[in-house]
């Protein structure tokens, strides 16, 4: 690859996976009710207010520090079309995933497919499923130095009190 190339792929800051959903309101209510994400927008407003507004063709959700964040695009497919479900993986911090894990298993809303355990490859990892069959995996690696930030002492009765 050229220097020229290089510097300009150099400057991806992100990557922004797509779901596909059968409803977006009921994606809204999902991510941001169950999971405890952000709302970022809809392609009608950065506030979706279901009561005076059309349903969305789309919205972005997001956890994290903003943009920079976990950001996801949800695309509502018709009921003719087929449904093409996919699979993400988030990182979160050390400290983070068991505790996002138990808060998770406690409030007993999400569907978790699969538990939490540490896996030969060196993550400890989850997953959860939505309502239309997307995936989300999240995970921390093993042997530390996870990117992000860590929150020093965090434990469940931490998320308790934030939920």
């Keep these: 690859m050229s220097e020229h190339a290089r510097a300009l792929l150099d400057t991806a800051w992100g990557v922004i996976p797509h779901f596909h959903a059968r409803s977006i309101p009921t994606s809204i209510t999902y991510y941001t009710s169950v999971l405890h994400f952000n709302l970022g927008s809809t392609d009608i407003s950065f ?18 520090p903003g943009i920079r964040g976990a950001n996801i695009y949800i695309f509502k497919r018709p009921v003719e079309e087929v449904l093409h479900p996919s699979t993400i993986m988030i990182a979160l911090g050390t400290e983070a995933v068991d505790a996002y894990y138990e808060l998770l298993v406690r409030e007993g809303k999400a569907e978790i497919i699969k538990e939490i355990e540490d896996k030969r490859w060196g993550y400890r990892q989850f997953a959860v499923q939505d ?6 995996q999240f995970f921390r690696f093993l ?9 020093a002492g965090m434990t469940d009765a931490d998320t308790t009190e934030s939920a």
């Design 143 to 151: 042997d530390g130095g996870n990117p992000g930030v860590e929150v």
């Design 131 to 136: 309502p239309d069959g997307n995936r989300i």
């Design 47 to 64: 506030k979706y207010d279901p009561a005076s507004e059309p349903e969305p063709n789309m919205c972005s959700i997001y956890l994290g």
